[in-house]
């Protein structure tokens, strides 16, 4: 969903609403939360993402070279034609669309693709390099069956998911044979936001490995995911990174978090 590049808020996002959040039952919150989520990607727009780490112009640059060190530094192994799913994208994927000596083709999801694909329209932006789809990440299954991606991609988005372990397996599931996932998160951002609004989750890496959890559940990813995947993962300044690589046909899909 959100992740503009981690810049210094600017002030419009911080509304009374946000601290209104923090005393809603959780059904309200979240819908106060999605409220949000679609102010700040209007003003985003409008303001073409001045202020912001990576603004409107470098999203809609269908030439701009793919960034991503923890993908880029496992091209090895992957294929010339190299299809990629960004998971939770927002309105315009966060990732460049070029890798030098590659084809890449892009495909972005997010539960607001509809909604965004309005709002770019209304700021006469029509016709985008990759358009994001609609699909909450629990049925990217169902949308694309399985096997269909190289790399699953989600930065900053399933920590605002009702069940981001089902959408984990989803990705593992809708990944190749020899491909990956990757996970780019800031740490623990639903403590740090104090679980208002969208800020459901955490994401971190100790010394199990990449965790996430909540105010209730704690998972280990590699117990989680269990003898479908290798689960590998670092920090990286304020990012927890998981990098998964499936290794053979996925866990059910529909075993989510459990109570």
């Not at 503009?4 to 002030?11: Q, Y």
């Amino acid at each position: 969903m959100r992740d503009p590049g981690r810049l210094p808020v600017p002030e419009f996002s911080r509304e009374p609403l946000r601290r209104l959040a923090g005393r809603l039952p959780p059904g309200v919150n979240r819908i106060v939360g999605l409220e949000m989520e679609k102010r700040f990607w209007r003003r985003y727009v409008q303001t073409r993402g001045s202020g912001w780490g990576l603004t409107l112009d470098d999203r809609l640059d269908p030439e701009a070279p793919l960034t991503e060190r923890l993908i880029l530094d496992r091209l090895d192994g992957l294929p010339r034609e190299l299809s990629i799913l960004d998971v939770g994208a927002g309105p315009l994927t966060v990732l460049g669309k070029r890798i030098e000596g590659r084809t890449v083709h892009m495909t972005a999801t997010d539960p607001l693709g509809d909604t965004y694909r309005e709002l770019l329209a209304r700021e006469g932006v029509v016709a985008p390099p990759v358009a994001t789809l609609t699909c909450a990440g629990e049925d990217l299954l169902e949308r694309f069956g399985p096997a269909r991606f190289d790399v699953a991609y989600a930065r900053n988005a399933l920590d605002h998911a009702r069940d981001p372990l089902t959408i984990i397996r989803n990705m593992i599931a809708l990944t190749k044979p020899g491909g990956l996932v990757a996970l780019r998160h800031n740490r623990r951002e639903g403590e740090r936001r104090q679980y208002t609004l969208l800020h459901a989750w955490n994401f971190d890496v100790t010394d199990e490995g990449p965790v996430l959890f909540d105010r209730r559940r704690r998972f280990v990813l590699r117990d989680a995911l269990g003898a479908s995947a290798d689960v590998g993962g670092h920090l990286d300044r304020q990012w927890a990174c998981a990098v998964i690589r499936p290794k053979g046909p996925g866990l059910d899909s529909n075993q989510g978090p459990t109570p």
